[in-house]
């Protein structure tokens, strides 16, 4: 059973930067498809970024692309979330999760395991 806990949300000022955490326990990091998603109120929850096992190949979804970096650490088996530029409409609950191998990284229903959230509120 992986257990994921995110961390890094906080209120920000338009323009500024956090970076997320995901720390995984009972299993590796880079064993899994690791996703990065949210969920504004009001809406549904949507992908954001997601990093393969193999290669580490990265994808975003376009509103986050050239301002969000996902990456991995191995050793200590982190997904970060480096996000810069922030807009008020990246204020959302996030939440990190891992998926096997053969999902869809976008498909949030293929991911079996999910973190509790973090929340990021960007304020104008």
């Known amino acids: 059973q992986v257990q994921l806990v995110e961390s890094g949300g906080g209120l920000v000022q338009a323009g500024g930067s956090l970076r997320l955490s995901c720390a995984a326990s009972g299993g590796t990091v880079s064993s899994y498809i690791m996703g990065w998603f949210r969920q ?3 809406k549904e929850r949507e992908f954001v970024a997601a990093i393969l ?39 959302a609950l996030y939440y990190c999760a891992a998926a ?10 293929g991911y079996r395991y999910w973190g509790q959230g973090t929340q990021v509120t960007v304020s104008s």
């Open 53 to 91: 096992r193999s290669m580490g190949i990265t994808y975003y979804t376009d509103s986050v692309k050239g301002r969000f970096t996902i990456s991995r650490d191995n050793l200590e088996n982190t997904v970060y979330l480096q996000m810069n530029s922030l807009k008020p409409e990246d204020t």
């Open 40 to 42: 504004a109120p009001g």
């Open 100 to 109: 096997p191998g053969s999902t869809y990284y976008r498909d949030q229903h």
